[in-house]
T-cell receptor
């Protein structure tokens, strides 16, 4: 079945540590997205990409980095510069003008 | 940039109707989406409006006025399972960027 797979479901980060969240899609979508969601809040755009080897900053990119080396993969690294990383992270993909398909999310917490 | 506003919370009774408004300001316009999200889960797609007017899908309808930068989601015959957060999202023309409003939490009471 086609879809988006995020892993891990739960992730813990220590002080000063970088962690990477995985996102893989087999829908052959060009565009991929990362959103952050804090409790009781909406989704805030971190980064997005519409083609391999290219990506753009969203509204809250500071403290995060991404790569798009393959069409199906868009990993997100939460760096030590992100001082408040605890949140629910959602990856999504879509074709131009079509709806977003979401992964099941990763809950990141700080130890 | 994009500025998207939605009410924070709404409460309604089972069987009633609720209308969730969304106003937006964006540089160009490339469609408006509505999503439903239950706590701890990923959002699920409800509707996509590109042209002005009302689109109906069963108990849910969505309306768009591009000239007013305004949309609403209408939920009819409310059921307890409709208690969720409803998110409005807008994309600017010529850009893949898609930004969401803060969401409206709807609570359905018996």
């Amino acid at each position: 079945d086609g879809g988006i797979t995020q892993s891990p479901k739960y992730l813990f980060r220590k002080e000063g540590q970088n962690v990477t969240l995985s996102c893989e899609q087999n829908l052959n979508h060009d565009a991929m997205y990362w959103y952050r969601q804090d409790p009781g809040q909406g989704l805030r755009l971190i980064y997005y990409s519409h083609i391999v080897n290219d990506f753009q900053k969203g509204d809250i990119a500071e403290g995060y980095s991404v790569s798009r080396e393959k069409k199906e993969s868009f990993p997100l690294t939460v760096t030590s510069a992100q001082k408040n990383p605890t949140a629910f992270y959602l990856c999504a993909s879509r074709e131009t003008g079509e709806k977003l398909f979401f992964g099941s999310g990763t809950q990141l917490s700080v130890l | 940039g994009q500025n998207i506003d939605q009410p924070t919370e709404m409460t309604a009774t089972e069987g009633a109707i609720v209308q969730i408004n969304c106003t937006y300001q964006t540089s160009g316009f490339n469609g408006l989406f509505w999503y439903q999200q239950h706590a701890g889960e990923a959002p699920t797609f409800l509707s996509y409006n590109v042209l002005d007017g009302l689109e109906e899908k069963g108990r849910f309808s969505s309306f768009l006025s591009r000239s007013k930068g305004y949309s609403y989601l209408l939920l009819k015959e409310l059921q307890m399972k409709d208690s969720a957060s409803y998110l409005c999202a807008v994309g600017p023309w010529g850009d893949y960027k898609l930004s969401f409003g803060a969401g409206t939490t709807v609570t359905v009471r018996a």
